[in-house]
T-cell receptor, first 114, second 116 residues
């Protein structure tokens, strides 16, 4: 059964720092991996989607990498800002299933202080 | 920019009552999903829907749950007889089609369901 783990569970950094969030998954047979942002009590905002054939995706200050063989993905946030404070979730879609459900990690809660 | 919308934002109900949660997916999307998130826990998949039928469901999605696309725009989740443990945030999501970036799932803001 696919398990998605995110480390650390919480992270506090000063504004301007570059940081890395980690996501690991137990079954490397994934179709794609998606990173989301969730603000308290709110919905999920899609940040980046990486296909299984890709190594990384970039959007603005965000860069997500994927190493499928080792079951790992990282989300790199450059020059962090207080507005980046939120919970970041990663989710994978498996290859070996009929449907297209996403399996989520529990998230990393990021706090950026000014 | 098109977005998934959900109503109501918060629903309070008594145990044993029926609730219907409503979603309007992005208009040209073909795949629809319901997920839920119990407070402090992971987001969990409930069901996926394509071509007017359920394509996949999780163990959570038992006989108390049903989904429907009653018209060309709405997608609903019905819980027939709510239990205390159904209290959670329910998210609707949609996806355009298969292939490449179209695999991206877009989520709505959620409906917070509180069962008393």
């Amino acid at each position: 059964k696919q398990e998605v783990t995110q480390i650390p569970a919480a992270l506090s950094v000063p504004e301007g720092e570059n940081l890395v969030l980690n996501c690991s998954f137990t079954d490397s047979a994934i179709y794609n991996l998606q990173w989301f942002r969730q603000d308290p009590g709110k919905g999920l905002t899609s940040l980046l989607l990486i296909q299984s054939s890709q190594r990384e995706q970039t959007s603005g200050r965000l860069n997500a990498s994927l190493d499928k063989s080792s079951g790992r993905s990282t989300l790199y946030i450059a020059a962090s800002q207080p507005g980046d404070s939120a919970t970041y979730l990663c989710a994978v879609r498996l290859v070996n299933q009929a449907g297209t459900a996403l399996i989520f990690g529990k998230g990393t809660t990021l706090s950026v202080s000014s | 920019e098109p977005e998934v919308t959900q109503t109501p934002s918060h629903q309070v109900t008594q145990m044993g009552q029926e609730v219907i949660l409503r979603c309007v997916p992005i208009s040209n999307h073909l795949y629809f999903y319901w997920y839920r998130q119990i407070l402090g826990q992971k987001v969990e998949f409930l069901v996926s829907f394509y071509n007017n039928e359920i394509s996949e469901k999780s163990e959570i999605f038992d006989d108390q749950f049903s989904v429907e696309r009653p018209d060309g725009s709405n997608f609903t989740l019905k819980i027939r007889s709510t239990k205390l443990e159904d209290s959670a945030m329910y998210f609707c999501a949609s996806r355009k089609t298969a292939g490449g970036s179209y695999n991206e799932q877009f989520f709505g803001p959620g409906t917070r369901l509180t069962v008393l």
